[in-house]
Each structure stands twice: as C-alpha cells, then as structure tokens.
C-alpha cells in the first residue's frame, strides 16, 4: 500500500507557471510508472504526463514544450513542471503511481489559471 499526496497547485495567471509535487509514503523506485492526470470540470480525466521505469515519457498533445514530468527516486517524490500555462490547463491534477499491477491515486490539487 502506498499513499500519494499532491502539493504545489494555486492560481496563476496566464504565462505563468506552477511546479506540482506528488509524495509517496514509500519508495517509488519500483513503480513501473508515474504520472499525471488531469479532470476540468464537465470533462473526463485525461492523462497529461506520464514517466516510466526506463526513463522514457509522454505527453499529451497540448502540453508538449510547456511541461516536463521528473522523479526523485530518494525523495520518494514526482513533479510536473509546468510553464506557459493556459486557461485551458484548468482542472483538477491527479498523480498516480503503477506498482507491480495495482494502481495508486492522490486526492488532487487545484490548478486555475485566470487573470
């Protein structure tokens, strides 16, 4: 069993930037992958980030060369950098770590962007 808790969200203005934090409550070295979803309202959850075991990572679409996804394996800790943010990148943000089948998800964090 493994707790995620994600931290960092907020509003910011348009062009502006965030760096969100998801902690486990143990060693994430294991995990097959990691990523970050995102759910705006009315809409479903969609996978922005996602970073795996080997290093590789993915990135939806609409935030390719805007956000980067990172590990700190001793921290226990994941983050998504996120720049040149958008009014459309409003929405709740998930974390969610893979571990050997089972799936793990944080509560979320607000992030608005709005002038």
């Known amino acids: 069993q493994v707790q995620l808790v994600e931290s960092g969200g907020g509003l910011v203005q348009p062009g502006g930037s965030l760096r969100l934090s998801c902690a486990a409550s143990?060693?994430?070295?294991?995990?097959?992958?990691m990523g970050w979803y995102r759910q705006a309202p009315g809409k479903e959850r969609e996978l922005v980030a996602a970073?795996?075991?080997?290093?590789?990572?993915k990135y939806a679409d609409s935030v390719k060369g805007r956000f980067t996804i990172s590990r700190d394996n001793a921290k226990n800790t994941m983050y998504l950098q996120m720049n040149s943010l958008k009014p459309e990148d409003t929405a709740v943000y998930y974390c969610?770590?893979?571990?050997?089948?089972?799936?793990?998800w944080g509560q979320g964090t607000q992030v608005t962007v709005s002038s």
């Open positions: 970073r795996f075991f080997g290093g590789s990572t």
């Open positions: 969610k770590g893979d571990d050997s089948g089972r799936a793990y």
């Open positions: 143990r060693s994430i070295f294991s995990f097959n992958a």
